[in-house]
């Protein structure tokens, strides 16, 4: 035992306890290594598919194609609610958000009206429209009878109350409406339709988004907007008969109220149907104030 102590040499136990222990440092070593080795690979992997990422972001949801971004007059504007004389749509020769009916243009279109205004017509009155006061029972009860409230812009040489009878005689002619079952009744309270004389300035901020020029007349949420430019000038093909063109703007704007669009002129020589855009002209029709016959 002294000589295996002095000679650094043990037991045969003990030298296979010394091996043992050198193998499990050995194994360890290993193992701390593979550890360390997939730790970077983990760590190389994330990081490339971090940049992949980055180098692709997702695609924009916007187009930078110029025609995803609408222009005026390409379809851009609002579309109105019912057809109009600037529009094929089923309103009336123009349309616009109740809202904005009271708000008078901040452009001056007297520019745009040049050489077109006859003498005596104001580009704009006071911008507010005076509802007529008084009502009037519908001559048939048992009919369906609409209320209408009838207004007037200030400031415009017209009397308020002969707009307003000259308006409800024509929709309770019985060449009018009365055809399909409509009797009127105004009334200066809540109603059913509102017609209103403006002038062309503020008739053309009551028709918007549509660009009468105030010129053409409308119809927009309940509101048969007619211009004061019309009213004092009718239409070409109308020439001389300025009440027959009334008679027919005013049944034309309320019965796109009542659900009616345009209609194109059936053939030559037969009355021009009262929802054609007759301000545009009548083609080969006659001029017809009137929704029937």
């Known amino acids: 035992m002294l000589a295996d102590v002095t000679t650094g040499h043990g037991a045969p136990g003990s030298r296979r306890r010394v091996l043992r222990r050198r193998r499990r440092v050995a194994a360890g070593a290993v193992v701390l290594a593979l550890v360390v080795l997939v730790t970077v690979l983990v760590d190389r992997v994330g990081g490339a598919s971090s940049e992949a990422e980055l180098a692709e972001p997702p695609p924009s949801t916007q187009s930078s194609s110029p025609e995803a971004e609408g222009t005026p007059g390409d379809g851009a504007s609002p579309v109105p609610a019912s057809p109009s004389e600037t529009s094929p749509t089923p309103s009336a020769e123009a349309t616009v958000p109740q809202a904005e009916s009271a708000t008078v243009p901040q452009a001056d279109p007297a520019t745009a009206l040049a050489g077109i205004r006859s003498p005596g017509v104001p580009d704009v009155g006071t911008g507010v429209v005076d509802v007529v006061p008084g009502t009037v029972a519908a001559p048939d009860p048992a009919a369906r009878v609409v209320q209408v409230r009838v207004g007037v812009e200030g400031g415009l040489p017209v009397d308020g109350t002969a707009f307003a009878s000259f308006v409800m005689s024509t929709l309770n002619d019985g060449r009018s409406w009365a055809g399909e079952g409509k009797s009127f009744a105004r009334t200066d309270g809540e109603a059913d339709v509102e017609v209103v004389l403006a002038s062309p300035r503020t008739s053309a901020a009551m028709c918007r988004p549509l660009d009468t ?73 006659v001029t017809n104030p009137w929704p029937f016959p």
Request: glycine share 16%; hydrophobic share 35%.
């Open 213 to 285: 020029g105030g010129t053409l007349s409308c119809h927009n949420d309940g509101r048969a907007v007619i211009t004061y430019y019309r009213w004092a000038n009718g239409s070409d093909d109308y020439a001389a008969d300025l009440t027959g063109y009334r008679q027919y703007v005013v049944n034309h704007e309320v019965g796109h109220y009542l659900g009616h669009g345009h209609v194109a002129c059936p053939a030559a020589g037969q009355l021009a149907p009262v929802m054609m855009q007759q301000t545009k002209g009548i083609g080969a029709c």
